[in-house]
Structures are given as structure tokens and as C-alpha cells.
């Protein structure tokens, strides 16, 4: 096909990107597959190759970090002296960089360091089917475009259906090239009849076929095929099973067509005698989560493996659903995605009478059953528990090769089906359910399976999954009870329960998935001996601790409060800041480096590179989409915080940036320097428009008011200044405190401002005269500070301090005198040693944990440390 489209005069140029786009069946892969097989003809050529292929019916090379993990090998693959930027992660944080939550981050920084290699020679990157990457297809696209716009070396080659997400992320790019194969119809047109040709005097080989039959079964499949080389693949292999004689009047019965082709061969399907068994397996193929062994779906479904039994050639009735499925090696697949794609729009049809949650209520009930049948203590017999998984070899006869997809995929089946059907979650959620039953009989030998599979990640997030659908229930049937005692004892008696072996059984896997994960049968030892003596997991698999340890180590009884550990930074870590909406984290590093992280599981979304000096402050934009960093040579740098990339540099202090802050609406960012300025910068064009000069000592911080108007700075100088921030006017100096002033802070009203300063006090002010309100003593200077909603509190790294009421008369000069704070609910001691509630401790923090910088929520804790850690509590009342 290559032969008839015009590929390669645009993909010689500098920056070139060509995207071919067309409908399923088009003939995108081939015409792909005809351009790597030209990229590979010369021997003596000097450029690089390294493609992939997506498939969305395959969990394995459906998701963005299996495309990176692909270019990348076989990047290392062509040009070898490549491997030292994969070895430079491998020897820092080793194999489970590449295998963890985290993989995405490491692979697309050694990817962009290879593109950015200067030895690196001119290279094709091709990747086929974009559209069927279902898994962060959206980082992926965005790093593409970046590289894309950066590099002239690098030539990319993409295929895709017609999306118009795709369309629109890669139409960014600049020397962009789209090809539409629906535009190129000609072109096609001819490729299409050379595949036409081709397979009827295949066919003709093989049936006999004389000349006029073959002729008119060719003019009858170039007229009908409408550019769609899969229809004429499909209709082809239809003919086969036709004599010689029956060859055109076959035809006659093949509509036009994908959809409607499809249509005709589920109706011979379904009228043929084996219609049933035949709808049973296509159901259960449409409805699995990756492409399942013939091992697997006998464990799925007593019928398929009554038949399988009965058969001494399984694959023969996968043959009979060859018009959808084919058999590779002891794998099912479908044919195409477009044949996944007909049958999940049929598939209530293809059931019979089944309905799409029966079918998962079924996979998740033969899962549940199958792992408890075939699951227990060593499963593959290794024996010694310092045995690490890549010194694993799989047994010739592998216990888990029918309960694979089971041990990885059994969560996401009970999920849909209380999507669809959520009357019926009483029997599972019972505290004598499958569910209870499985978690106090098998959790271990499932964690051990996980590691053995390389699922430990699936099982985190599957457990989550269970923890929060077992929560939320609990939450909708409290109301119920005061009218409905009998549910009040099955909701007490069922939901408290379960969530508190699920909440445990997290905090198990959390805390124990590095060593799980690399060692499987330290799960019974590590694992065990240094979880807290009360865990739920411990007390019910104590029998499985190792009987060699006489003498337990003395460990803490319950979980502690730390929720998770953010490892990545390299040197102290100097901010951290959560998202105005708490989704996310940000910590800034004197390693050159700002990480943003998922605030629920400790992901590391985005590793920000491209500072000169230590990053000393960082702050998200109020719709956190945009973040800002602070460096301490006087620079300031706006990032997107969804695809990393710098927006802006913003240059003109001439000291250490010291604080940096969004307007309200994102148009501006004010900049709060060492060199006693403050500059207020357009943060689409990154102009500076404004130079605040007043002070006579460092700038420590600024801040906007919430309607825009106003910006008030504090200094070194003892002073807060009021500023209006459209022409640069100074309103007000707010004198007072008797040290350096850290930190100011508007009211969410803009009546009032609120001053931290050196001098171990808070000063509440009157925005508008400038009339000191209230003064409080904190013990200690603080640094973050803001109103709650209401005034009534005062948000710090310490935690919330109680303000005077509004119904109290502000204007006194006794409240203007200076008084002991107030804490209330989380925060953080004076002394840093503990986590407090309402000025109470309540939790010591260990020396390794105690803060070098903080960041406190209404319900959660986040330390940054000295050492590069981020540690984050969360907390409740409860």
C-alpha cells in the first residue's frame, strides 16, 4: 500500500510529523507496516527505527507506559551506546522504577533524555492505532507534540482512527502532516484492488475457481469493498468455505460494509447448532479485560470447559467464531478491534437472555471460586523466602496458568456489576459473604500469586477500589436504619466489617508492596513480622510467620498515621503546597527539581526539570491548571502542570525569589524578591507590568486580593504594604510587628488581611485603613497562613488558630492586644515534634519525620524533610 501514498517526501523534512488517519478497516496498519519495511531495507542505513503498535483488546500494549517501554527498546536495540540513560534509573531506583505507579514518570525522562542525546542519530519513530492506547493516551500525546516540536532529527509517523481528541491535541504540532485515507480514496482505491487481486487468485488456487468465476468474485469485492481492506480480508476467509461452483452466490449473501457484514455472520452464528456455545464464548471474550488463554476461559465459564473437555481440539470451536476471534498460540484474540467494538454494542443480543451485569456477577463468582480452589502458601514451590522474583523460573506445570486474569482482573468484574445491578450487594458485602471469606482464608496466597504475576499494582488499586465501594455503601444505608431495624443490624453487622478488613488489608499492601513484589514469599515473612500486632491481616495468618523467629521485634499496635512517603527527590526538599482543590501535591527541591503528586495515592505525576538553581518556593494556580516556581537566582518559571512543559521564564530580580503568587483568574503572577521589589507579570505573554518598590529589606511575600484590585507584600523591613495592582500605587504600610514580616493574607471578603511574623505573632488588620485588629501569639514564626471561608479561622502550617468572631467588637483595642493562639483541628506543634489536634498532641513524629517544611489541610498533614522525603498524614475525627 505504501507504494501508492505519498509517505515519504514530508517525513524527510526537519520537525516532520505525518498522522494517518482513516476508519477501522482502512488499511492503516498495513500502510505502516509497508513504511517499516522500507525504513528497513537499506543495510547500510544510518537512521534509526523503533515502533509499536497499541491494541485496546490487549491490557499488555493498550496503555501509554507500554508504548515508552517499546520505542525505548528498541531504540537501545539499533543504537546500543543508548542504554547508559536506562541504566542511569535502573542503578538509582532499580527494576520497580520501571514496573510501579511511577513507571510512566522514569520512562518518558529516560525517553526525552534519548531524543536529546546528542549522539543520537536520525531516527523514525512509528506508533499504529494511537486511538486503541486507552490508558493515558492524553500524556502520551502531549509528550509527542513536545518532542515533536522540539526535535528535527526525530520523524514521527502515527495512525489513527478519526478522533477528534487526537485531532485537536496533535494539531499543536508544528510541520504536521495529516494524511486521511478517506481523502486519498484513489490511492487506497488501487492498493485495495492489488489486495483484491491477491487474495481471489489465492482463492482461485484453492477452490478451483475458472475464469469467469473468478472474475466475477473480483468485480463483485472491488465494487462492494468501499476502500476497506478488513471487509475483503473477512469476506475472503467466507468464501473458503465455499465449494467451487457456490463461489459468487456466497457472495450474494455478504452485505457492504463492516457493521453490516459483521451482522450477517453473528445471524449464521446464532442459527448455526452450536449458536449457544458460540454466543457463550464471544460474550465472555467481549466482556474480559485482556485477551484470555483457552486455560483461562474454561475456568470462566462450566460450559465453555465442559465442551474444552469434551474436545480433544479446543481450538476447532474457537475457529467457528473466526469471523471475530483467532487463536494465537493458547491465546484468543479478536480479529480486529472493530469486531470488539460491533459486539459490545450487541452484547445484551449476544447473551440471549443474559444481562451484561449477569455476565460479570458470573466472571467474578467463577474467579472468586477458581482462586479459592487453586491458591495457597508457595504456590510454586520455591521454597526459600529469600528467593527474589527474577531468580523465579515457572514450573513446566503452572498452577496459575488458569487463574491468572482471575488473580488480576476478579475486582474490576464485581465493580461493573454493582454498577449495573446494586440491589443484590447485601449477600457479597455479608460478613459471612464470599468476599469476607476470601480476605480471612486467601489474602496472602493472593498477594504471593500478584507478585509471581507481576500484578501487585492492579492488586493496590483493586483493594482501594473495594475500600471505597464498601465506604460509600456504608454511608447510604445509615439513613435507612431509623425506619428499618432489620437493615440497621444487617448495615452494622455487614458494612463496618468489611470496610475494616479491606482498610487493613490496604495499609498491609501499601506498606509491604516493594518487598512483596520482589520477594513473593516474604509475605509471609517480612510482611507479617513488621505489620502492627493488631492488624486484622496479622492476627488472622499468624499461623503463616516464620517459625525460625523465636523472639518478635516489639512493633507499634496499630497503623501509624503516615499515609504515604513520597520518595524521589534527591536533596532537601524547600516547599510543599497542595492544589487549591486537594488533588494534588507539589514539593520544591533543592535538587533543581518541583514533583507534583497524586495527593490520594502518592503518585508522581510530573517531575519538573530545567531549573539552574535550587527551587525555593511553589504555588498552584486557583483552577490548577498552571504552577509557578520561585528559584533562588531571581528567575521565575509557569509550568501546565497536566504535560510538564515551562510556559514562561520570567527574568528581571536581581535576588532570590521568595515567594510567588497566582491572581484570582490566572492572568497574573506577582513575584516577591530578595532585591526588596515586588513585579507583577502577564502570565500569557510573561511581560512584566508592574515593579513594586517601597520596601528597604528583602521581599519575603505577596498575595492577591480576591477581586484582583489589591496585592499586599511583607518584608523584612517590619512592614506589610497594601498595593493597587493595576497602576502600582501604595495604599497602605502596616506597621507593627517588631521583626521581619513573612507572610500576609487576604480574608476571603477582602475586609481584612492577616500579617505572620518573625516577632512570633499574627496580626489581623482592616484592609482598608489599616487598623490592627487583632494580634496573636503563636509561639513560633509562622510561614503559610489563610482565612477559612468564614473568617472565623486562620489556616497555618501548625494547623487552624481560632480568630475573635465577627459578632465580637473587632475594633477594641483589647482584642488588638496581643494573645495566646488558639489551634483548631490538625496541625502541627511549635516545636515540630507533633501532630496536634485543637492545640492537643496527639501524634509524635519521629526525628526522620519531623518537618523542614509543611503544608496542613482540614484533614490532612504534608511534611516535607530534609532528606528529600514527602510524607503525608491523613486524618479524621473519627
Same mark, same amino acid.
Request: one cysteine or more; proline letters at 3%.
Given at each position: 500500500?505504501?507504494? /501508492? ?53 490487549? @491490557? ?81 500525546? #502531549? ?128 442459527? @448455526? ?26 475456568? !470462566? ?80 514451590? !520455591? ?108 448495615? =452494622? ?23 512483596? =513484589? ?134 528581571? /530580580?536581581?535576588?532570590? #525569589? ?65 498595593? #493597587? ?23 476571603? #471578603? ?94 509524635? !513524629? ?33
Amino acid at each position: 500500500m505504501a507504494g /501508492h501514498v505519498n509517505i515519504y517526501g514530508n517525513v524527510a523534512e526537519p520537525n516532520s510529523t505525518q498522522i494517518n488517519n482513516g476508519d477501522a478497516g482502512k488499511g492503516k496498519t498495513m500502510l505502516l507496516c509497508g513504511i517499516i519495511e522500507e525504513l528497513r531495507k537499506p543495510k547500510d542505513r544510518t537512521h534509526l527505527l523503533s515502533f509499536f503498535f497499541c491494541q485496546a483488546t490487549d @491490557s499488555r500494549i493498550n496503555n501509554a507506559t507500554a508504548v515508552l517501554r517499546g520505542l525505548i527498546y528498541l531504540l537501545v536495540q539499533e543504537q546500543p551506546s543508548l542504554i547508559s540513560h536506562v541504566r542511569e534509573k535502573y542503578d538509582h531506583a532499580g527494576r520497580d522504577l520501571f514496573e510501579d505507579v511511577n513507571a510512566w514518570v522514569a520512562l518518558s525522562e529516560i525517553f526525552t533524555n534519548i531524543l536529546q542525546d546528542p549522539g543520537l542519530a536520525d531516527t523514525y519513530m512509528i506508533i499504529d492505532a494511537l486511538d486503541e492506547c486507552e490508558i493515558s493516551q492524553s500524556q502520551l500525546l #502531549d509528550l509527542i507534540v513536545q518532542q515533536a516540536s522540539a526535535l528535527s532529527r526525530v520523524k514521527w509517523i502515527i495512525s489513527s482512527r478519526n478522533w477528534a481528541e487526537i485531532e485537536k491535541r496533535m494539531g499543536k504540532m508544528g510541520g504536521r502532516t495529516r494524511l486521511c485515507l478517506e481523502l486519498n480514496a484513489e490511492s487506497v482505491s488501487m492498493a485495495v484492488s492489488n489486495f483484491i487481486g491477491y487474495r481471489v487468485a489465492r482463492l482461485a488456487q484453492q477452490k478451483g475457481y475458472n475464469d469467469k468465476t473468478k472474475a466475477e468474485v473480483e468485480q463483485y469485492l472491488t465494487c462492494s469493498a468501499n476502500g476497506t481492506f478488513l471487509w475483503v480480508a473477512l469476506v475472503c476467509q467466507n468464501l473458503e468455505e465455499y465449494e467451487e461452483w457456490e463461489g459468487f452466490e456466497a457472495l450474494e449473501i455478504l452485505p457492504p460494509g463492516l457493521d453490516d457484514l459483521y451482522g450477517q455472520m453473528m445471524q449464521k452464528i446464532q442459527s @448455526s447448532k452450536r449458536g449457544n456455545l458460540l454466543k457463550q464464548i464471544l460474550a465472555l471474550v467481549t466482556a474480559v479485560r485482556r485477551p484470555i488463554t483457552l486455560e483461562e476461559a474454561t475456568s !470462566l465459564d462450566k460450559t465453555i470447559k465442559d465442551i474444552f473437555n469434551r474436545s480433544s481440539l479446543p481450538e476447532k470451536i474457537i475457529w467457528l467464531c473466526s469471523p471475530f476471534l483467532v487463536l494465537r498460540g493458547r491465546t484468543i484474540y479478536f480479529v480486529h478491534q472493530s469486531a470488539k467494538d460491533f459486539l459490545l454494542k450487541t452484547l445484551n443480543n449476544v447473551t440471549s437472555s443474559d444481562r451484561l451485569a449477569d455476565l460479570h456477577r458470573s466472571i467474578f463468582s467463577k474467579s472468586l471460586e477458581i482462586m479459592s480452589r487453586t491458591l495457597h502458601r508457595d504456590v510454586y514451590r !520455591l521454597g526459600a523466602p529469600v528467593l527474589s522474583i527474577d531468580q523465579v523460573q515457572q514450573p513446566p506445570t503452572d498452577p496459575l496458568v488458569a487463574v491468572g486474569y482471575s488473580c488480576v482482573y476478579w475486582v474490576e468484574h464485581l465493580m461493573e456489576w454493582f454498577q449495573s445491578d446494586s440491589a443484590k450487594e447485601g449477600a457479597i458485602l455479608n460478613k459471612d459473604g464470599p468476599l469476607a471469606i476470601f480476605f480471612r482464608q486467601k489474602f496472602l496466597y493472593w498477594l504471593e500469586a500478584l507478585s509471581l504475576l507481576g500484578g501487585m499494582s492492579e492488586g493496590v488499586r483493586s483493594i482501594v477500589r473495594l475500600e471505597r465501594v464498601t465506604k460509600v455503601r456504608g454511608h447510604l444505608l445509615t439513613p435507612f436504619a431509623l425506619s428499618q431495624n432489620k437493615l440497621t443490624l444487617v448495615q =452494622e453487622k455487614v458494612i463496618p466489617y468489611l470496610f475494616d478488613v479491606l482498610r487493613d488489608a490496604r495499609r498491609f499492601l501499601q506498606s509491604h508492596k516493594w518487598v512483596i =513484589e520482589n520477594y513473593p514469599l516474604q509475605v509471609y515473612a517480612s510482611a507479617l513480622v513488621f505489620s502492627p500486632t493488631r492488624s486484622l491481616i496479622r492476627e488472622r495468618f499468624e499461623q503463616e510467620k516464620p517459625r525460625w523467629i523465636k523472639f518478635m521485634p516489639t512493633i507499634e499496635l496499630q497503623w501509624s498515621a503516615c499515609l504515604q512517603t513520597l520518595e524521589g527527590h534527591s536533596d532537601s526538599v524547600n516547599s510543599v503546597v497542595y492544589s487549591h482543590d486537594g488533588k494534588h501535591l507539589a514539593s520544591a527541591s533543592h535538587d533543581k527539581t518541583v514533583k507534583i503528586w497524586d495527593a490520594s495515592d502518592g503518585t508522581c505525576l510530573q517531575t519538573l526539570k530545567g531549573h539552574s538553581y535550587s527551587v525555593s518556593s511553589v504555588v498552584f494556580s486557583y483552577d490548577s491548571k498552571h504552577l509557578a516556581s520561585a528559584l533562588c537566582d531571581g528567575t521565575v518559571k509557569i509550568w501546565d502542570t497536566i504535560n510538564g512543559t515551562c510556559l514562561q521564564t520570567l527574568e528581571g /530580580h536581581n535576588e532570590w #525569589d521568595r515567594s510567588v503568587v497566582f491572581s484570582h483568574d490566572g492572568k497574573h503572577l506577582a513575584s516577591a524578591s530578595g532585591d526588596g521589589t515586588v513585579k507583577i507579570w502577564d502570565t500569557i505573554n510573561g511581560t512584566c507590568l508592574q515593579t513594586l518598590e517601597g520596601h528597604n529589606e528583602w521581599v519575603n511575600s505577596t498575595v492577591y486580593s480576591h477581586d484582583g484590585k489589591h496585592l499586599a507584600s511583607a518584608s523584612s523591613d517590619n512592614t506589610v504594604k497594601i498595593w #493597587d495592582a493595576t497602576d502600582g500605587t501604595c495604599l497602605q504600610t502596616l506597621e507593627g510587628h517588631s521583626d521581619w514580616v513573612n507572610s500576609a493574607v487576604y480574608s476571603h #471578603d477582602d475586609k481584612h488581611l492577616a500579617s505572620a511574623s518573625g516577632d512570633m505573632t499574627v496580626k489581623i488588620w482592616d484592609a482598608s485603613d489599616g487598623t490592627c485588629l487583632q494580634t496573636l501569639d503563636v509561639g513560633k514564626p509562622l510561614q503559610n497562613i489563610s482565612f477559612t471561608k468564614s473568617g472565623s479561622f486562620l489556616h497555618t502550617e501548625i494547623g487552624a488558630l481560632r480568630l475573635e468572631t465577627q459578632s465580637a467588637p473587632m475594633l477594641t483595642q483589647s482584642i488588638a492586644d496581643c494573645k495566646e493562639a488558639h489551634q483548631h483541628g490538625f496541625g502541627l506543634s511549635i516545636d515540630q515534634k507533633w501532630i496536634t489536634r485543637d492545640s492537643e498532641n496527639l501524634l509524635w !513524629l519521629p526525628p526522620d519525620y519531623r518537618p523542614s517544611t509543611s503544608s496542613v489541610t482540614a484533614s490532612a498533614v504534608a511534611i516535607g524533610c530534609r532528606h528529600g522525603r514527602v510524607f503525608t498524614f491523613s486524618l479524621s475525627d473519627g
